[in-house]
């Protein structure tokens, strides 16, 4: 309970310090680019998002196989893709940096694969650049997103920790926040074993015992047989849909390639950070187009490469409808919950890189008419309002007002329809709810996360949303 304190406390400094701060969030890839296909497609959407983030690091690392050969190229063609629209997507929204920018920040770590990259004379270009990176006077904090392996990660570790004092590598630790796609070597369990108070996000495990099958980062694409799982609408994550909407759209569209196994397993990684209304980097258990996640030390399965030793953000489950008509309880739906939107997103941004503004679709700009916290007492009516929303490419909108259940500390649900809110006119701009009481823990008090999610009538249609936060006390 004292560790958990920590990296909650520590999350909290880091929400209070970004008041401060540019809100872009830093973000540093290490991607085993060259293997499966899913890393090009990942690196294909990052790019569209590239002004939504501070990209300080773009490394690749090995796929595997017996040479364990690295491709940078693989990175570097895709970024000069994105060079030829870029001036295209700044059409849309400012902040896109320039394909050269992106091109001095791509690396490549040793070819060697787990723990034997890492050690005395393992430092790589991209160990080095992680380095710098961390080291930077920067008040926010650098989120590594891992694709692959982690062992670029663990050799800048060790070195710092082999090369500075402990309160140096304490402030160098207190910086990172990652975020990793499963275990693909064994330096991920080294890593989380070293170094205790790391923020780590990630589902334990290789693919080997049916790991990736458990993992939340499934369902950014995965169905039927490669997620396993049902509810979701598996139409948006087929070639064809990707065909339509991603593949026949200029340059950046053409490297996009056909998956062999499932679409961008490794989007996840990044797509919690996209400023879009419900995304709370710093809070995990939160959830958002990323995932949900909830910090604790979970129990072995056979898939592990090792016994956990500490607190991780981790799998957790959301109850959600599916497109099946059945509910559904699963980790996987803290992802596929949100795949229409982050679909629709993706297909949009797409447009911007070959369309001029007034022929694209643009989200729409979600306003609260309140605080985004509210304290209520049980029996209280709780008004909600958001009448300044609007959309800029004038397109009618559709409000839905929903209680989000499962990152709330205070039961919501009725019991008897099913309904996951009590919300009196959740399909407009105004809304109310009348705090009841509970009849679970905590009696009566707790937190009640309502969003509103905003879609617009465009093509494709585009969702933005705001968090209510209702703080029921005694």
Known sequence: MKLRSLFLFGALLTVLNYAGASDKPRLFVLTDIGGDPDDQMSMVRLMTYANHLDIEGLVATPPGGASRPVHPEQIRKIVAAYGKVRDNLELHEPGFPTEAYLQERIAASLPL???????????SPGSDLLIRATDRDDPRPLWVAVWGGPNVLAQALWKIRATRSPAALAKFVAKLRVHAISDQDNSGPWIRKNFPVLFYIVTPGVNAGGGFHHATWIAIGGDRFHGRFGGADFELVSNEWLDRNIRRKGPLG???PHWEYMMEGDTPSF?????????VPERPDWGGWGGRYELYTPRTEKWFLEPE????????????????GQWHTTNHAT??????????DFAARMDWTIKPYKEANHPPVVKLDHPAHINAKAGERVDLSATATFDPDGDPLSFEWFCYEEPGTRRMSNSRTGVKHDIIGFDGPKAWLTVKTSRVMPPGTGTMHII???????TPRLTRYQ????????
């Open 113 to 123: 694969g787990d723990m034997e990259a890492v050690g005395e004379g393992k430092d």
């Open 254 to 256: 053409a490297v996009y």
């Open 271 to 279: 797509l919690g950070l996209i400023n879009n209304g419900l995304n």
């Open 309 to 324: 030793t500490r607190p991780i953000w981790t799998n957790v489950q959301d109850e959600v409808l599916g497109k099946d």
């Open 335 to 344: 992802i596929w919950r949100w795949r229409e939107a982050y679909q629709n």
């Open 452 to 458: 509103l999610a905003v879609t617009d009538h465009g």
């Open 467 to 474: 968090r209510v936060i209702v703080d029921v006390k005694p």
